[in-house]
């Protein structure tokens, strides 16, 4: 038996048959599984583009035996796949797809690149075997199907089976095999991909365009490459005298997978073995937690789905070296953060082990809520905002030596960056990078107020900059945030804040009630009770009799989903009032006892100058709740 890992291109290159015995499985793959293999390849494609990757990514084993007709001389070999023809059928239909719209946008070249690996180089001896010239053949049940998807294409699975398609071409699910399913995926997937680039990519969607050929030539080809170059599989060479069917069944037992975190674990206390530390003490003292099934839950707001275990480990590297962390390739990064330019960052696996342990409580209190101090009360806003690209700042900023009142103000700032972004309207794309950025900073200058706001003080664009007091106070005022925000909890979130800034010492202090509803003091449906200012109704449907009518309901619109008309109610008050007149709706506000509603039920009467006022009144509280990087302690 023989154990090397090798990149695609040298697999997929290789002049060999791959057949698949006839005790394997058909083709099972479907978008569960072809959805994060296109996230894996995406991933390294974006690194490409950006530079050459700095790992190669293990897609799993490939087990090879002896083809079961031993060899012929001037024929191409055979060999028989006794595990990972699930992964070599993807490989190939990936393979196909990229063909197909390399062709469809007119850059026939790819499909020449693509060749070699779907096909063998023709060979005398294989005049009378129909299928020799096919890198691939599957089980008996998919081979028709699946030669005919590489030879022809979509057009040719069309052709010969109808039956799988509308009449308007689209394909349909239920009758189609796997490999057709999987073609069509990765059809549609790499077309939008060369055309318009990553999704989220700001900067890459912007120049992507209809017309832009050299940046859809560089995307495929970077598809391309990201297979070839930087998939990798481990692949496994039986013995003549190897039992392939044994081997398959072993391998395919019930064991579980091993995680990133299995693989480090291992890694770590095989160093400590060697150098002379005592792994069963370490693993009890230090390591023993982390076996809790706490840690092998996935992460629930994390992205991606992945065991809190390997977000944790990737927080932690993040906390201490400032540099992006792919989770993907968490293994290689782990090694190659323990030995950074060849040097070792700890002197002995116990420090090693000391300086991520220490991390454990922060992130059971970022995770739970565990404790009641800051670091908890900021674990709950992230947990309502769904933010965990904020953990390695937070790390590093629990972990440093800075004053207890600087770690409070700090954590306050990284809450006040989500809200003023949120409700001026700025993207939450990209937020890891800055937090990573933060990091960064901290460590090469410390964990200061001063180092957050000069992170801050150049960053102007869009996806970075941590809004001013005068956008901010702005924003407040005149952006509909009710319909800005799709997860109305972190709305309720923001109206709670501001009920408890609202507070003096004669207020009743009450937590938050767990039955608040926000609620539209002007009603969304205003029309039946609420006229405009100057007296006139309008009718159910809104429309207007005049352009001065127009003006006047565009003007009530463009206040109607603005902070300075959105409070609090418990949930049957907001029934209850619901699209009542004032002087009803006031009422039922006056009951919640709430500060955040006494300023609105002083009024007689409430319209959009009404509304105004408050927003201006909630915008000068806004900013004391949520400060910037510059505003005095």
Same mark, same amino acid.
């Given at each position: 038996m023989d154990a090397k890992d090798h990149h695609l291109i040298a697999i997929l290159g290789d002049q060999k048959r791959f057949v698949v015995p006839i005790y394997q499985r058909q083709y099972s793959w479907q978008e569960n599984r072809l959805e994060p293999f296109w996230d894996d390849v995406v991933a390294k494609a974006e690194e490409a583009l950006k530079g050459k990757p700095r790992f190669s990514h293990y897609m799993g084993a490939l087990i090879l035996a002896p083809g079961a007709d031993g060899y012929t001389i001037g024929a191409t070999p055979r060999v028989q796949v006794v595990d990972g023809q699930q992964r070599l059928t993807t490989f190939q239909i990936f393979?196909?797809?990229m063909r197909e719209v390399g062709i469809g946008l007119g850059f026939p070249e790819v499909g020449d690149a693509v060749h070699n690996y779907l096909f063998n180089r023709p060979m005398s001896g294989d005049a009378a075997d129909k299928d020799a010239a096919f890198k691939l053949i599957p089980t008996p049940e998919d081979r028709s199907i699946f030669h005919s998807l590489v030879q022809g294409g979509l057009a040719a699975i069309m052709k010969d089976h109808p039956a799988f398609f509308y009449q308007n071409g689209n394909l349909i699910k239920a009758r189609a095999p796997n490999a057709v399913r999987g073609l069509v995926f990765f059809k549609d997937r790499i077309e939008a991909y060369a055309r318009f680039g990553q999704q989220g990519d700001e900067e890459e969607e912007a120049t992507a365009s209809e017309n832009d050929t050299d940046g859809q030539r560089r995307r495929l080809y970077a598809l391309l490459e990201a297979l070839l170059n930087h998939l990798k599989l481990v692949v496994i060479t039986l013995a003549e005298t190897d039992d392939a069917q044994v081997i398959f069944e072993t391998l395919n037992s019930k064991a579980e997978p091993l995680l990133a975190m299995d693989l480090v674990r291992n890694n770590i206390f095989h160093r400590a073995s060697a150098q002379g530390e005592s792994a069963e003490v370490l693993f009890e003292r230090k390591w023993r937690s982390f076996d809790a099934p706490f840690w092998k839950e996935d992460a629930p707001r994390a992205k991606p789905k992945r065991p809190r275990i390997d977000h944790f480990l990737s927080h932690a590297l993040t906390a201490q070296s400032g540099e992006e962390i792919s989770l993907r390739e968490l293994y290689a990064?782990?090694?190659?953060?323990? /030995?950074?330019?060849?040097? $070792?960052?700890? &002197?002995?696996?116990? &420090?090693? $082990?000391?300086?991520?342990?220490?991390?454990?409580?922060?992130?059971r209190s970022l995770e739970l809520g565990e404790g009641d101090g800051m670091v908890g009360w900021l674990g709950s806003k992230l947990r309502?905002?769904?933010?965990?690209? +904020?953990?390695?700042?937070?790390?590093? #900023?629990? +972990?440093?030596?800075? +004053?207890?009142?600087?770690k409070d103000r700090l954590y306050k700032l990284v809450y006040s960056y989500l809200v003023r972004r949120a409700i001026c309207g700025l993207t939450s794309k990209g937020m890891n990078k800055t937090f990573q950025r933060l990091v960064a900073a901290m460590l090469e200058y410390g964990v200061s107020l001063e180092t957050f706001a000069a992170a801050f003080a150049s960053q102007n664009g869009p996806t970075v900059r941590f809004p001013s007091d005068v956008e901010f106070q702005?924003?407040? &005022?005149?952006?509909?945030?009710?319909?800005?925000?799709? /997860?109305?909890?972190? $709305?309720?979130? #923001?109206?709670?804040? $501001?009920?408890?800034?609202? /507070?003096?010492?004669?207020?009743? =202090?009450? +937590?938050?009630? =767990?039955?608040?509803s926000i609620e539209h003091i002007l009603p969304q449906t205003w029309e039946a009770h609420w006229p405009l200012p100057d007296g006139r109704t309008v009718p159910y449907d809104g429309a207007a009799a005049d352009e001065a009518t127009a003006t006047a309901i565009s003007a009530r619109n463009a206040a109607l989903h603005t902070l300075g008309n959105l409070t609090l109610i418990t949930v049957p008050g907001n029934s209850a009032a619901s699209n009542q007149a004032f002087n009803v709706k006031a009422a039922w506000l006056k009951q919640s006892l709430l500060a955040l509603n006494l300023d609105i039920i002083g009024n007689s009467n409430w319209?959009?100058?009404? #509304?105004?006022?408050?927003?201006?009144?909630?915008?000068?509280?806004?900013?004391?709740?949520?400060?910037?990087?510059?505003s005095p302690l």
């Open positions: 393979l196909a797809a990064e782990y090694r190659a953060f323990t /030995r950074p330019k060849g040097k $070792l960052r700890f &002197q002995t696996v116990e &420090q090693e $082990l000391d300086a991520l342990v220490a991390y454990v409580p922060t992130y309502t905002w769904e933010v965990s690209t +904020a953990h390695p700042l937070v790390f590093c #900023i629990a +972990a440093s030596d800075a +004053a207890p009142a600087i702005a924003a407040v &005022q005149t952006n509909p945030v009710y319909t800005w925000f799709p /997860r109305k909890e972190r $709305l309720a979130d #923001i109206l709670w804040e $501001l009920e408890c800034a609202s /507070r003096t010492k004669f207020s009743v =202090s009450t +937590a938050r009630p =767990s039955d608040m319209g959009e100058l009404e #509304i105004a006022s408050r927003g201006r009144g909630l915008a000068d509280l806004a900013v004391k709740v949520w400060p910037s990087p510059t």
